[in-house]
């Protein structure tokens, strides 16, 4: 199980201090809860990908690049890239890069995003959302995996024999989640390349992430990558932890109050109570995660935790990732405990690299040999 942490890269007002964020107070902000999150031992730092304001993070592979300077064990990753309005030749040849300077520990999550506007500010349609994504990563694939590409389709120029630069660290691209909450066409694709799914549960009710968990395992099957408990998926929370419950909803009261997400809606024992919002005492939200096996229909693979939005004091941030690495060695343990040996872990690019190695002179692809 990887267990990390994931951020939106909103730049928010806090609404009990009264102190707003500045652009840049949060990207260094940002780079120090990733050093923490290594220093106590979480094993993912994920950052989202967005093109409007109260969001700073436009460039993840600039940021991440940074990281990945200062940072040695850490997988960096993105909770969003937008395969749709950004061209899959960018894509291929920024990831590829990243992929090098971090040694190979990059991996990326495809997404459309939820932002209707982008689209025309980067010349789409989001009527052809479902469309984008399906093509540009068919598209991104190849240019990871053939030398020499010739390629012709709709949303896009021609290709013709176009060789993308740098190639993949060791022959091996980086490992691709698809990410969505509500597109069953993602949850198909994903399984049809026999890659990840990742599902941010954060809004959603257990029953309708099983929904959509459920039939990325059944298509994963179908489409012959193996048995359905092998698919790889992953799941998203957020996260605010005090030593006793009472403490965490009071602090975390005002926050959820004032959030344009959460505010006016269900109150926060309701949300609490109903989504992967985990608010109290370590053993509470601790309990409450290893339930997640049952929103995952399953043991699943990674795990990541949204703790920095919201307008939260930067000193706050750095005590949620604390207690995070102290719940972690828990999760661990009890994760591990009655789990199929037959269930893998979440790919690396160590792994990744054997399975290639291990495939020459027999299957022709990662996938065939998972």
């Not at 990908?49 to 993070?57: K, R, T």
């Not at 690396?348 to 040999?369: C, D, R, Y």
């Amino acid at each position: 199980m990887q267990i990390g942490i994931f951020g939106v890269g909103d730049v928010a007002r806090d609404p009990v201090s009264g102190r707003q964020a500045t652009e840049a107070g949060r990207i260094k902000a940002v780079v120090e809860y990733a050093q923490r999150a290594e220093e106590v031992g979480l094993d993912v730092f994920a950052m989202g990908e967005h093109h409007n304001p109260p969001f700073m993070p436009s460039s993840p592979t600039t940021l991440l690049g940074y990281v990945a300077a200062r940072t040695s064990k850490l997988m960096l990753s993105t909770s969003t890239t937008l395969i749709t309005t950004n061209d899959p030749v960018k894509i291929a040849e920024d990831y590829a890069m990243l992929q090098h300077l971090a040694d190979g520990r990059v991996d990326l999550m495809m997404g459309r995003g939820n932002t209707g506007p982008v689209y025309p500010w980067f010349g789409k349609d989001i009527r052809d959302g479902i469309a984008l994504a399906v093509e540009n990563y068919a598209l991104l694939r190849r240019l990871w995996r053939e030398d020499v590409v010739d390629w012709e389709g709709k949303f896009r120029t021609p290709l013709q024999g176009f060789t993308s630069t740098p190639r993949p660290l060791d022959g091996v691209p980086p490992f691709v989640w698809h990410g969505s909450i509500r597109s069953p066409e993602i949850a198909v694709q994903a399984a049809f390349y026999g890659d990840g799914f990742f599902h941010n549960n954060l809004f959603w009710p257990k029953r309708h992430v099983r929904q959509m968990v459920g039939l990325y395992r059944e298509q994963f099957e179908h489409y012959g990558h193996g048995p359905a408990d092998q698919a790889i998926v992953g799941l998203a929370a957020q996260l605010f932890v005090r030593k006793n419950s009472q403490d965490a909803i009071r602090e975390f009261r005002p926050y959820y109050d004032a959030s344009p997400i959460y505010g006016g809606g269900p109150s926060l024992e309701e949300t609490v109570r109903d989504t992967a919002l985990l608010v109290g005492s370590p053993d509470q939200v601790t309990e409450r995660i290893l339930q997640f096996r049952e929103y995952a229909a399953g043991d699943y693979q990674r795990q990541l935790f949204n703790v920095d939005s919201l307008g939260l004091p930067h000193r706050t941030v750095l005590e949620q990732i604390d207690q995070l690495g102290e719940i972690t060695e828990v999760l661990r343990k009890e994760f591990a405990v009655g789990r199929p040996a037959h269930v893998p872990e979440a790919p690396t690019h160590e792994s990744l690299k054997a399975a290639s190695l291990a495939a020459v002179g027999g299957p022709q692809s990662v996938e065939e040999v998972r």
